[in-house]
């Protein structure tokens, strides 16, 4: 998407962790999200963050918010073969909850 | 409660033909949407609605309408199928304007030859 951009891939080795970067440019967004997609599947959503939180975890999930930078990130702890999937970054506004969504991250986890 | 359904899962249309994707919620969300994904790319708004009887454009809305006569359905349809209509559309619904979790449908998978 136009206003929210991502590294397009990313390779790690199993039991590593893996970090996905993502950039917005709307201050006004209100959320931000986190989905994986894996092949022929639906999104599925695995975290959010609210626009006035620097952090959050979620098991082995760590999101990084940087408001000033525009810059979010997704760190997942002891990568798995199964996190293998495409990752989307997505911001949302308060005007109708709208979303804008990033062209994905493809993250390979390689035994 | 089954959450987001969509219907049909598959189809395939001439050039031409039209068809309409429906997509049915049971959380009695306020706020649906249809987006496109295009491979390589993320989700793009064609259409949402932020209630009964009110539809509104998003990011990509050229060859789609739309309609929500009752709150739990949203209906796209497409007049006068073309190839680059050719894609996955995905539904949504959420309760909260602007906030909380966005649940979507399994997908539409749409060939126009």
């Known amino acids: 998407g136009e206003d929210v951009e991502q590294s397009l891939f990313l390779s790690v080795r199993e039991g590593d962790s893996s970090v996905i970067n993502c950039t917005y440019t709307d201050s006004s967004s209100t959320y931000l999200y986190w989905y994986k997609q894996e092949p022929g599947a639906g999104l599925q959503l695995l975290t959010y963050?609210?626009?006035?939180?620097d952090m959050k975890q979620d098991q082995r999930l760590t999101v990084l918010l940087n408001k000033k930078d525009k810059h979010l990130s997704l760190r997942i702890a002891d990568t798995q073969t199964g996190d293998s999937a495409i990752y989307f970054c997505a911001e949302r506004k308060g005007n109708a909850g709208k979303s804008t969504f990033g062209d994905g991250t493809t993250l390979t986890v390689k035994p | 409660n089954a959450g987001v359904t969509q219907t049909p899962k598959f189809r395939v249309l001439k050039t031409g033909q039209s068809m309409t994707l429906l997509c049915a919620q049971d959380?009695?969300?306020?706020?649906m949407y249809w987006y496109r994904q295009d491979p390589g790319m993320g989700l793009r708004l064609i259409h949402y609605s932020v209630g009964e009887g009110t539809t509104a454009k998003g990011e990509v809305p050229d060859g789609y309408n739309v309609s929500r006569l009752k709150k739990q359905n949203f209906l796209l349809g497409l007049e006068s199928a073309a190839p680059s209509q050719t894609s996955v559309y995905f539904c949504?619904?959420?309760?909260?304007?602007?906030?909380?979790?966005?649940?979507f449908g399994p997908g539409t998978r749409l060939t126009v030859l």
């Open positions: 949504a619904s959420n309760g909260f304007l602007g906030g909380g979790e966005q649940f």
């Open positions: 959380m009695n969300h306020e706020y």
């Open positions: 963050i609210f626009s006035n939180m």
